[in-house]
Nanobody, 119 residues
């Protein structure tokens, strides 16, 4: 089992910045990748950014060049630095961990943190 706790959401004006944090606890040694997804009202959940245990990263097209995902392996924590925020970045941001077991993978999710960008 892996538990994820997010923090750092809030209200910001367009053009501003926020940093989200996600701390993992439990069976963290099995984590293959951690990332962030977001869901806006009436829309499907979408990938924002992901970072693997090897340090490789991938970003959703709409956030490339503005958001940066990073990790502190010693603290089992991932961060999402969000710059040049736009109103369309508004949504609930969920932390995700992909955990590998002997022959299958499991996804774990945090409770979500609200990000609101005002125009």
């Amino acid at each position: 089992q892996v538990q994820l706790v997010e923090s750092g959401g809030g209200l910001v004006q367009a053009g501003g910045s926020l940093r989200l944090s996600c701390a993992a606890s439990g069976s963290t040694f099995n984590i293959n990748a951690m990332g962030w997804y977001r869901q806006a009202p009436g829309k499907m959940r979408e990938l924002v950014a992901i970072i693997t245990s090897g340090g490789s990263t991938n970003y959703g097209d709409s956030v490339k060049g503005r958001f940066t995902i990073s990790r502190d392996s010693a603290k089992n924590t991932v961060y999402l630095q969000m710059n040049s925020l736009k109103p369309e970045d508004t949504g609930v941001y969920y932390c995700n961990a992909v955990v590998g077991y002997s022959d299958y993978l499991l996804n774990y999710w945090g409770q979500g943190t609200q990000v609101t960008v005002s125009s």
